[in-house]
């Protein structure tokens, strides 16, 4: 009880905090009241579905509608084109006591532009009553839309026929740079719109008019009126203008103060949004309507203005939803401090209130079938990111802030006399005779009465390596018992079900290491006492080298190997949980036989065992204690082999024994034991996914260069997720080792930066194993030869156009469109750190073709003590 009210508490001083926060940030801005009645609207009447590209137009019905609603609001509206019922807008407007100024669309297409032209000065002649000005193209000469020579041609002619004044719409800059347009035409025109410059809301109204003076000055003798001011609603933030509903309600309240006071006319943009216009100006196209496409106000004409209006509502789903994972993330946590808890109740909180913002902020957007499809996937990257975080900050805390272990290792004693029969079982496959001998002979200095050792080379073909094997087994006696087999199927696997069928049926436990492991006398010494309980069917020692001390590389993988063995298997042994692995592991002999033995079809032929036992309903034993040392891999070539094997194995079992891990229904495996296999190999899934992601991202940011105005950069909560996550790792990383697994901050770097340097590899092993069923298992080879700078480099080709590629999309981006807006700036840094892993790739493969690079560089020191706390590297 005490438990839960501690947690309770804990939760509810984080909500209280996120609830400040969210108070906070939408406190009421009290601004000008919007005048009864503005001077004039830009009306573009296309409902949600219309688009006059595909020749879709709104009904007379739907043009009555909006002008009735706009009716008493406003004394003009703005139009673009006469084309279909755009025509009718005049008549209309007449009937609800607004005037018009009519426009007419000028572009590319000559034939076109004469018959919109001809049937804009008709209806502009038929309306005198109420068009009240007449704009001949709309910022034709900026995007060069119309030659100026035709543009003049059609001023001077509409200027003839028509008896209200007439002029074109353009930015201050054609009207500055061309002082004769402003002599064919009868006023200026003034397209002005502070958000595409960059400006902060409050200094913006002050930008309008000071680009207003400036005009003044250079022409006092002509009359000016703003064709075009507003402010969007949605869209990325450019320089320091943020496109928010908030910000659009702060800029037009504030205008229309100040133009009230000096009396200029204006054409606010625009009424209504225009979800059509999506794809022409990038993401804020659809956003500039006062009224959304339903025709509903978007904010506030008098009232306060609330950034997010609704945002009690979302303060509390957020509430709900970070409850829920807290709740989760405490199941089974007894023994987590009150700093771990309040440590999971914060990232709870953050994850919890990012997807609901993620999930407003996008449910806002006015969504096609492709946005509908893109969202689709970002909810399911959504999805996978806050998962790899969520299982990533459990295992934080758990390694972390924990009161004492549960299952502690606890050494027995036994009487000789008592001591079971072990049967040691050293496959092999071309393994170096002298290693191997090495091996052998730290087997014959074990301190037991009572084992054979069962040596299994299969399949080698060179008689002069494992001749001299089996005659140095001779040589130690009937307990050394030397298999030469070949063919052999089933690779590994294969081997130690043959070592299985030949044991000594006086035997009770296996046990498995490596032909390049010397063990320590006491491992059988001090292990088999745990089968004492019969529950007990494997007893593991993890993975440790004696070679880390011998070049830089070396030392890097000695780094990076230590996170799995003395921090995720730590905490997964609290669950019974443990990965176990094909060395240094023991297992139950009946325990063994009783699920069928090892599995050929899997080429991590350990972890599937593992899983099957504890479906059985046995227990594991872990101890962070070192029994023995192997060799590791001394080349980057064979590092990255070993890697797509683990990998692509983990796969093979998650799809194999599916229905055993996901299963609804009650099964011999714990929820911890279910969530450590599936969490445990989630990191790995991300990366297979992140690979998708590169593609995508470099196919994305080609579009952005491509077609700036209709590919914008993500949204900035959508590219802070992947940054987030990884400086989430890298901290985490750093924290754990430095002070759970002792190392120094530069031996923490250069593990990261070979763990890091797989992430390709990974990426590739998941996305085969989905698609194909099983490969040969890959042998990492031991004293092999050494690998030549060339190669290094030729074996990281993959890694090194992939590098270009990102490299070459952000040196492009940042020349053509800088990086001075947030969302810019973020997807740039959001490409940079996938560029990472790639980079990281060609720097390891390098220092591994340099193996007299020494490993004192950063340091080796060498993990040995039983106690996780105390372990050193």
Request: net charge neutral; with cysteine; proline share 5%.
């Amino acid at each position: 009880m005490l438990f839960r009210l501690v947690n309770l508490g804990i939760a509810i001083i984080v909500a209280a905090f996120c609830l400040s926060l969210w108070a906070y940030g939408n406190r009421p801005q009290f601004l000008p009241k919007w005048p009864d009645k503005v001077t004039g609207f830009a009306f573009s009447p296309y409902r949600y579905g219309q688009d006059p590209r595909k020749g879709s137009y709104p009904t007379l019905e739907q043009i009555d509608s909006d002008l009735k609603l706009l009716s008493g609001k406003v004394i003009a509206v703005r139009t673009y084109s006469v084309e279909n019922n755009l025509a009718a807008i005049p008549k209309l407007a007449r009937k609800h006591n607004i005037n018009v100024c009519l426009g007419a669309y000028l572009g590319k297409d000559q034939k076109r532009n004469a018959e919109e032209f001809t049937l804009f000065l008709k209806i502009a002649q038929q309306n005198q009553h109420n068009v009240v000005r007449a704009m001949v193209g709309n910022e034709t000469q900026i995007h060069g839309l119309l030659p100026y020579d035709e543009l003049i041609d059609y001023l001077d002619k509409a200027r003839k026929a028509l008896r209200m004044p007439v002029s074109t719409a353009e930015p201050a800059y054609i009207w500055h740079t061309n002082p004769d347009l402003v002599e064919h035409v009868d006023f200026i025109a003034l397209q002005i719109l502070p958000y595409w410059e960059g400006k902060e809301v409050h200094v913006a109204v002050e930008y309008v008019f000071n680009e207003l003076l400036g005009l003044k000055k250079r022409y006092p003798n002509k009359k000016i009126i703003i064709s075009e001011v507003g402010w969007p609603s949605q869209g990325r933030t450019r320089k320091n203008a943020e496109a928010s509903v908030a910000k659009q309600a702060t800029f037009l309240r504030l205008f229309l103060q100040r133009t009230t006071k000096e009396n200029y006319v204006y054409y606010l943009l625009e009424a209504f949004d225009q979800p059509w216009k999506n794809d022409l100006e990038g993401t804020v196209g659809a956003y500039w309507g006062v009224y959304d496409v339903n025709r509903n106000p978007k904010f506030e004409f008098i009232q306060p203005i609330v950034p997010v209006p609704s945002w009690q509502m979302l303060a509390g789903i957020s509430f709900l939803l970070a409850f829920i994972i807290y709740y989760l993330l405490l199941i089974d946590g007894r023994t987590l401090r009150g700093h771990g808890r309040g440590f999971l109740a914060i990232i709870s909180y953050a994850a919890a209130t990012a997807i609901v913002w993620i999930v407003y902020k996008y449910t806002s957007l006015y969504l096609t079938v492709g946005s509908i499809i893109v969202g689709i996937v970002l909810a399911m990257s959504l999805f996978g990111i806050v998962i790899v975080l969520l299982a990533e900050a459990h295992e934080w805390a758990e390694a972390q802030w924990v009161k004492q272990r549960r299952r502690k290792f606890e050494i027995k004693p036994m009487p000789d006399d008592r001591s079971p029969m072990i049967s040691i079982h050293v496959p092999a496959y071309n393994e170096p005779a002298e290693m191997l001998i090495e091996t052998i002979n730290g087997l014959s200095r074990l301190d037991y009465p009572n084992f054979e050792v069962l040596v299994i080379d299969n399949n080698t073909k060179d008689e002069t390596v494992w001749r001299p094997v089996q005659e140095h087994c001779d040589k130690l006696g009937a307990r050394f018992r030397f298999f030469h087999v070949d063919p052999l199927a089933g690779f590994k696997a294969g081997a130690l079900n043959y070592a299985l069928d030949h044991t000594s049926t006086e035997a009770e436990v296996i046990a498995v290491i490596d032909s390049d492991y010397v063990v320590t006398p006491r491992w059988l010494h001090d292990f088999v006492p745990q089968f004492s309980d019969p529950e007990v069917a494997v007893v593991q020692a993890p993975q440790d080298y004696s070679d880390g001390d011998d070049s830089l590389f070396k030392a890097m993988c000695y780094s990076e190997y230590a996170g799995f063995f003395y921090i995720g298997m730590v905490t997964r042994n609290e669950r019974n949980a443990i990965i176990q692995h094909g060395t240094m592991t023991m297992v139950r002999k009946t325990a063994l036989e009783e699920v069928g033995g090892w599995a050929e079809w899997c080429i991590t032929e350990d972890a599937d065992l593992g899983l099957r036992l504890f479906a059985k309903g046995y227990k594991a034993h872990y101890t962070q204690k070192s029994y023995g040392r192997g060799l590791m891999p001394d080349t980057f070539l064979d590092y990255r082999k070993q890697r797509f094997r683990w990998a692509y194995g983990a796969i093979q079992i998650l799809r194999r024994h599916s229905g055993m891990l996901f299963s609804l229904r009650a099964g011999r495996l714990s929820p911890g034991q279910r969530y450590h296999f599936v969490a445990g190999w989630l990191p790995w899934i991300a990366d297979g996914l992140n690979l998708l992601f590169n593609l995508a991202a470099i196919g994305w940011s080609v579009a952005m260069i491509t077609a700036p105005m209709q590919f914008d950069p993500p949204l900035v909560i959508f590219s802070l997720l992947p940054l987030t996550l990884c400086v989430f790792k890298l901290a985490k990383l750093f924290y754990i080792y430095t002070t759970r697994i002792g190392t120094s901050i530069r031996q923490a770097i250069f593990g990261a930066l070979a763990g890091l340097s797989l992430s390709h590899t990974i990426s590739k092993a998941i996305l085969q194993s989905f698609v194909t069923r099983g490969m040969p298992f890959i042998r990492t080879p031991k004293m092999a030869n050494k690998q030549d700078l060339f190669h290094a480099i030729v074996i990281v080709h993959e890694e090194l156009l992939l590098l270009a590629a990102l490299w070459s999309t952000i040196g492009v981006l940042v020349i053509t469109q800088g990086v001075d807006t947030a969302d810019m700036l973020i997807w740039v840094l959001v490409l940079l750190m996938q560029s990472l892993a790639y980079l990281s790739a060609l720097i390891v493969s390098v220092i591994s073709s340099f193996p007299r690079i020494p490993a004192r560089l950063i340091g080796v020191r060498w993990i040995d003590k039983p106690d996780v706390h105390d372990v050193v590297i």
